[in-house]
């Protein structure tokens, strides 16, 4: 059992930046892939980023390559989320998601169907 607890969210100005963290309780954090997805009211969910167990291999999503960051510490359990240059369109809910169904994993998840673990979500608001 895996619970996932994010941290970070709230309202920024366009062209600013948040953190958001997403710290995992259990032992399989450091086997499982991580992701961070977004959704905002009337749409669908949408894949963010991603990072392999061991952190070496990343996966983002068009819409925020080159502005956001992920990144994790496995002695604390934490994966990162660094968004930087923040538009009003990335204003939504965002999800922590654990793949903990293949442990140490060669690829990086990016389908919302690899992970089997969902945070509760940070609302993060970008005002123009």
């Known amino acids: 059992q895996v619970q996932l607890v994010e941290s970070g969210g709230g309202l920024v100005q366009a062209g600013g930046s948040l953190r958001l963290s997403c710290t995992a309780s259990?032992?399989?954090?450091?086997?499982?892939?991580m992701g961070w997805f977004r959704q905002a009211p009337g749409k669908e969910r949408e894949f963010v980023a991603a990072?392999?167990?061991?952190?070496?291999?990343?996966s983002y999503g068009d819409s925020v390559k080159g502005r956001f960051l992920i990144s994790r510490d496995n002695a604390k359990n934490t994966v990162f989320l660094q968004m930087n240059s923040l538009k009003p369109e990335d204003t939504a809910v965002y999800y922590c998601?654990?793949?903990?169904?293949?442990?140490?994993?060669?690829?990086?998840?990016?389908?919302?169907?690899?992970?089997?673990?969902w945070g509760q979500g940070a609302q993060v608001t970008v005002s123009s």
């Open positions: 259990g032992r399989a954090f450091s086997s499982s892939g």
């Open positions: 990072i392999r167990w061991n952190g070496i291999s990343t």
């Open positions: 998601a654990a793949s903990t169904n293949v442990r140490y994993s060669a690829y990086v998840q990016t389908d919302g169907r690899d992970y089997d673990y």
